[in-house]
């Protein structure tokens, strides 16, 4: 058969497509129950910052998860924790970021008028500009943000060093569109968490 041939093509085409496909498969097979394993313990970790509780380099993220908030908890829209006395909800949020997904969990006081904490688990946003979202000075603003009604999130010196307590977050500089996005992620979520507060689901 020649090298240069319509069939010689379509058939090598196949063959390395083949190969490729079946060397990722294997990969995928063989890695998947440690993504899970990852992923498992990185949600667990995320639920406990979010809730204000520091883990010891000892520490199991699961077992510390498990004793806290139970194991069943996969299926929950809201988890309800007793943390240093005080009853606190906890819940997943996700959406639309400037380039995908953004996902993270919630931590409110059982009032929802104030904000414990919050962890971004994924997100696609661009490294060194919206992805600075995950980072600790962004986040920790929040932690004992005070939320009567919604929070906002401002375009200041983009460091963090907003002093507020009435719902005023310092956004990123050169990220207004993820900053905007993050500001209506969480308020969605706060108003849901409301709601099934009034209902009296939660």
């Known amino acids: 058969m020649k ?3 319509l069939i010689y093509t379509v058939i090598f085409s196949f063959v390395i497509t083949f190969v490729f496909v079946f060397i990722l498969a294997v990969a995928y097979k063989g890695t998947s129950e440690r993504v899970q394993k990852y992923q498992k313990i990185s949600e667990a970790k995320a639920y406990l910052s979010a809730s204000g509780i520091k883990l010891n380099p000892d ?3 699961e077992a510390k998860f498990s004793k806290i908030f139970g194991d069943d908890f996969e299926n929950k829209e809201v988890l309800i924790a007793k943390i ?3 009853n606190i909800f906890l819940s997943r949020f996700s959406g639309k970021g400037l380039w995908g997904t953004i996902s993270g969990v919630i931590a409110v006081n059982s009032r929802i008028d104030k904000i414990i904490g919050i ?3 994924s997100h696609s946003e661009t490294p060194g500009l919206g992805g600075r979202i995950e980072e600790a000075w962004f986040l920790n603003q929040f932690r004992g943000e005070k939320v009567p009604d919604n929070i906002q999130i401002v375009m200041g010196t983009g460091r963090g060093d907003t002093i507020s307590d009435n719902g005023l977050i310092d956004g990123i500089t050169g990220a207004t569109r993820t900053s905007e996005s ?5 308020n ?6 409301r709601d099934l507060k ?3 689901e939660i």
Do not use: A, C, M, Y
């Not at 969605?188 to 968490?193: D, F, G, I, M, P």
């Open 3 to 5: 090298k240069d041939s």
């Open 59 to 61: 520490e199991d993220p």
């Open 84 to 86: 240093n006395s005080e």
């Open 119 to 121: 962890e971004i688990t």
């Open 182 to 186: 993050v500001e209506n992620i969480i």
């Open 188 to 193: 969605n979520k706060l108003l849901q968490l």
């Open 198 to 200: 009034r209902r009296g």
